[in-house]
């Protein structure tokens, strides 16, 4: 085994063996069998990655997780800790978690599930009062910008620059999204995300997971317990979590559920659903970055989402008249 992986395991750990655990767009994943010294036997969980993204990637899912662990740690499997490989040819960066073994064909009660997502989104507090995370963490293989900021539009702001911005260099600019994005960050983020804090209104940073769509929770086989990973956290606007569910197959429906589990949305009310369709473009253009005919399919809906936006909150501005 290799020496660093081995110092993060228990002291005395011996591997026993170990298989592949799953499957990964970006990472190779593996379960180790371990030995340790009271000669009882334990199952951990390994994901590997190379070069710099894969740095990124799992030193920022470690400390999303272990963030999330300590609000709730039935809700995440516990972390132990990342680094990087020694014995590599490559420069192979690690991440070791609790290995977890989860139910193949029984999905958790939607209830139950958002009744603790919203728990953690409502007991995970920022250490400073501001939006943002200590390190970078990613949505896939896509680094977020999580410069620690007071306002939560500036946040949004430099979330989504950061996705439209490799989005432009891996696709190519596209003209009528950069004008729509770059009304949007003049007019739309200002206007729309504003109203959350005008008027005597405070917005609080709560800890989401970043990336909560259907692959990434479940249920564990032994506890029966329900169960989240691959967390790419940040401080945000709890409403933030939900702007994925927009669109990802099986999830518009958890919307409502949540906001009538949590007590509804946020003041203006009336303004849920466009703050919604704005949160979700990050989203889409993240999809976009990753490519294939869902990313295409995805940056233009995007485009018609934030058209839409700039329409209804910046109606002097003319925009081009080309369809998408």
């Not at 005597?200 to 564990?220: A, F, Q, V, W």
Request: net charge negative; hydrophobic share 35%; with cysteine.
């Amino acid at each position: 085994m290799d020496e660093a992986v081995l110092e993060v395991l228990p002291k005395g750990a011996q591997l026993v063996s170990s298989e592949q655990a799953g499957s990964s767009d970006w990472t190779v994943t593996t379960s180790l069998s371990v030995l340790l010294p009271d000669k009882s036997t334990k199952r951990f969980f390994l994901k590997a990655a190379e070069g710099e993204t894969g740095k990124t990637m799992l030193r920022g899912e470690f400390i999303a997780t272990t963030e999330i662990h300590k609000v709730m740690p039935t809700f995440i499997p516990k972390p132990y800790g990342w680094g990087k490989m020694q014995s590599t040819s490559k420069d192979t960066y690690f991440f070791i978690g609790e290995f977890r073994r989860l139910e193949r064909d029984l999905r958790p009660d939607k209830t139950a599930f958002l009744k603790r997502l919203i728990e953690l989104h409502q007991t995970g507090t920022s250490p400073n009062g501001k939006f943002g995370f200590s390190v970078e963490t990613c949505d896939g293989a896509v680094p977020h910008d999580v410069t620690w900021q007071s306002n939560w539009g500036d946040f949004y702001a430099r979330l989504l620059q950061r996705v439209a911005g490799l989005d432009a260099h891996i696709n190519g600019h596209w003209k009528f999204l950069d004008t729509v994005l770059s009304i949007t960050y003049s007019h739309v983020i200002p206007r729309l995300l504003g109203a959350l804090s005008s008027s005597g209104r405070t917005l609080k940073p709560s800890l989401i997971h970043g990336d909560m769509c259907e692959p990434n929770y479940g249920i564990d086989a032994d506890t029966h317990e329900i169960l989240i990973w691959d967390a790419s956290s940040y401080y945000a606007h709890f409403e933030m979590e939900m702007g994925v569910w927009r669109w990802v197959p099986l999830m518009p429906p958890f919307i409502q559920a949540y906001l009538d589990l949590c007590g509804g949305p946020s003041e203006p009310v009336e303004e849920f659903d466009d703050r919604n369709r704005l949160y979700s473009v990050k989203t889409k253009l993240n999809c976009s970055v990753d490519g294939g005919e869902e990313g295409k399919k995805m940056r233009i809906v995007a485009y018609n989402d934030l058209r839409f936006l700039c329409e209804k909150y910046a109606p002097e501005i003319e925009l081009p008249k080309e369809a998408a």
